[in-house]
């Protein structure tokens, strides 16, 4: 039901009524079990639980809600880390107060410290990737040898679970030193990974999180728990992996590698040589108004500056005088797979305009005008090239092949991955500087007048 | 070790479900355009909300007077409700403007 567009907002829905009656089920169907498991008869639960609960969920409700109706759909990526880290933090707590319930049962407990430890990484990891993708945090802070240090602490922290699980301390002080290196494991774990893929990490987090649930739904004996996490764990999994592929890099390298690792990321730039000419709005107008074909190659810059409605716009009044408008979109496009997408759906652009980069590569040799907006990482030839280059092998958008190249830009920043663009020195590539939104609206105003 | 293997022995049932889920996972993921893949994640972002039924089992099992767990249990039905509700508000709106033409 998830394969196609129209379907999915059903399935969606589905699965929020499931959620509903899994939660209105677990409280009116609650019996009390002594340690035995044995169901005690005529028991109450107190009346202040009740209203816990009930004022807990109200609040939740409303603040999730409102929330999800507000945001930007260009903060999509902040969102999701911010809402899988507070179903880690729910697993982690759970974890925190069934310990002591248990104690004397291995196997629960098992399950308990696991779900406390991989909740409590998620958690404090998404936390750590909510700031990187906010730009609050925006270097990737890499202590020396941290990928050995890393390793360690992590083997460190699992250890200390086995020990806890094996010692089964009466005193909560274990417990909660558990926690806290978990919660600084998640930390050490996102902060040497820079913000480009920060959504690869997410979908990592998130498939965490998932595996937490199915952890508490052991330890419950609870179906719907065990099956919602382990579904979104092992789908959690499998789109991590979709995107590396997308990006052309191993798992691994994204965790352990990291962009740059060092200085390299300097080594494109010593063979920059040639000049970057740019291109007045009167004349791209014309250039664009006597096309026949334009390819827009929208990437997170115009998503930064709320440029998607501006380019529709402009979409529109070239398809009006007969130039025929397509958009280019890389699998990575955004700041998400499919983020792009959503982001142009959001300003009305019809799906079918919509190309994914298999099938819009071979038309770039027809194209007269490729217009690239806040895209940098995904159209540089380096890619194909440059075997020294950090996102050498990734799969781009050949634009390099059409006719002529204009590329919207603030500055002459690099892009994500922090390397320099050789496209902008070809010799047909034109820069039209200037904030995507700013520029677009001067555009879109020019050909008006032609 | 024997506790762990009992562990295993007596949810056999739950293995196979676990096993099975796997395979329901793997399957649901593999054919989901890359077009969906933002709905997608935040989907699976509002299912593993599904944790807030632990936190209310946790919760209908605290007395009355303990107030350290029923503030530490209040808070995680707190957020897993955050995670759930606005996991499938968000993306039912993402998908509402995938479904406008």
Redesign the interface.
């Known amino acids: 039901m998830?394969?196609n567009?129209?379907t999915?907002?059903k399935?969606?829905?589905i699965?929020?009524v499931g959620?509903v009656i899994?939660?209105l089920g677990?409280?009116f169907l609650?019996e009390?079990k002594d340690t035995n498991g044995v169901v005690i008869e005529n028991f109450t639960?107190?009346t202040?639980?009740y209203v816990?609960?009930f004022?807990?969920?109200g609040?939740?409700?409303i603040?999730?809600?409102l929330?999800?109706?507000k945001?930007q759909?260009t903060k999509?990526p902040e969102?999701?880390s911010m809402?899988?880290g507070?179903?880690g933090?729910?697993?982690a707590?759970?974890g925190?107060?069934?310990y002591h319930?248990n104690i004397g049962h291995?196997?629960a407990l098992?399950a308990i410290i696991a779900g406390l430890i991989i909740?409590s990484i998620s958690f404090s990891g998404s936390v750590i990737a909510y700031l990187k993708l906010n730009g609050t945090m925006n270097k990737p802070v890499r202590l020396p040898a941290y990928n050995i240090i890393n390793t360690l602490f992590m083997i460190g922290v699992f250890a200390f679970g086995a020990f806890v699980v094996y010692a089964q301390p009466h005193g909560g002080g274990f417990l909660y030193a558990l926690f806290v290196a978990a919660l600084v494991y998640g930390i050490l774990f996102t902060i040497p990974i820079g913000g480009a893929d920060m959504p690869v990490v997410?979908?990592l987090l998130?498939s965490f999180?998932?595996l937490?649930?199915?952890f508490?739904?052991?330890?419950?004996?609870?179906?719907?728990?065990?099956?919602?996490?382990?579904?979104?764990?092992?789908?959690?999994t499998?789109?991590t992996l979709?995107m590396c592929k997308?990006m052309n890099r191993p798992l691994s390298n994204v965790i352990f590698g990291a962009f740059g690792g060092g200085g390299t990321s300097a080594g494109s730039g010593a063979e920059v040589n040639g000049s970057i000419k740019d291109i007045a709005v009167s004349d791209l107008a014309v250039l664009m108004n006597y096309s026949k074909k334009v390819v827009i190659v929208p990437g997170y810059g115009l998503a930064v500056a709320q440029a998607q409605h501006i380019i529709h716009e402009l979409e529109q009044l070239l398809e009006e005088r007969g130039v025929e408008v397509k958009y280019a979109i890389h699998?990575v496009a955004?700041r998400?797979?499919?983020?792009m997408?959503?982001l142009l759906?959001?300003s009305?652009v019809?799906?079918d305009k919509?190309v994914?980069m298999e099938d819009i590569n071979p038309e770039f040799e027809q194209t007269d005008v490729v217009l690239v907006v806040g895209a940098n990482d995904v159209v540089n030839p380096a890619a194909k090239s440059d075997p020294s280059s950090p996102i050498y092998g990734m799969p781009i958008l050949e634009v390099d092949r059409a006719k002529h190249i204009i590329i919207n830009k603030r500055s002459m920043n690099a892009g994500y991955a922090g390397i320099d663009n050789l496209l902008f020195y070809d010799p047909k590539s034109s820069m039209f500087f200037g904030d995507a939104k700013k520029a677009l609206t001067e555009l879109v105003a020019e050909l008006k007048t032609m | 070790m024997d506790a762990i293997l009992a562990l295993f022995t007596d949810h056999i049932s739950m293995i196979y479900f676990i096993v099975l889920s796997v395979f329901v996972g793997v399957e649901v993921i593999g054919h989901v355009p890359t077009v969906l893949h933002t709905p997608l994640m935040s989907g699976a972002n509002a299912i593993h909300g599904v944790v807030i039924v632990g936190a209310i089992y946790v919760m209908l099992n605290v007395d009355a007077n303990d107030y350290i767990s029923l503030s530490l249990g209040s808070l995680a039905v707190l957020l897993g409700t955050l995670n759930v509700v606005g996991g499938f508000v968000v993306t039912d709106r993402m998908l509402e403007m995938f479904k406008k033409k």
């Open positions: 998830m394969g567009a129209k999915a907002r399935g969606n829905l699965g929020a959620m899994a939660i677990t409280v609650f009390k639960v107190p202040i639980v816990l609960i004022g807990a969920i609040l939740g409700t603040i999730g809600w929330t999800a109706k945001v759909m999509m969102l999701v809402f899988n507070m179903g933090a729910c697993a707590l759970i925190l107060m069934e319930h291995t196997g098992i909740g997410i979908s998130n999180t998932g937490a649930a199915a508490g739904g052991f330890l419950y004996d609870n179906k719907v728990m065990l099956t919602g996490g382990i579904l979104v764990g092992s789908a959690g499998l789109l979709v997308a699998p955004g998400m797979p499919g983020h997408n959503v759906a959001e009305n019809s799906y919509l994914e």
